[in-house]
């Protein structure tokens, strides 16, 4: 589940930082804001690859989604993307997790025929 994840927030890290440069030109926003939460976000996605496996990771990761899709508000752009990565996220967590525990049976099975036959 971890590399599938991963893979998925580093992706969003180069959206979101896209997603910056396009904000930048709504006059309504200042420069200093814009790149002020960009960068909070993609130091957040960067930072969520190495929580992935601890307790509370997936549901930051859903968290940064919502973010990610309510950016819409000032990139009408993102709405799509939000979604995307939405979906990408909800497919590394479900197949990875099917990923994981397929190793596990696999793992366990090669212990049991490596170890010596009981008497």
Known sequence: MRTLCASTL??????IGFAGLVAMKDPN???TTVWT??????????LLCGLITR??????GWALQIALIAS??????????GAVFAAL?????HFGKKIDEA??????MQDHESSPAAP
């Open 10 to 15: 580093i992706g969003e890290f180069f959206v």
């Open 29 to 31: 926003l200042s420069t």
């Open 37 to 46: 939460v960009s960068g909070i976000a993609m130091a957040l996605s960067v």
């Open 55 to 60: 307790p509370g990771g997936v549901q930051f």
């Open 72 to 81: 819409g508000f000032f990139v009408p752009a993102m709405f799509f993307m």
């Open 89 to 93: 996220w909800w497919a590394s967590v």
């Open 103 to 108: 190793k596990a049976r696999f793992a366990a």
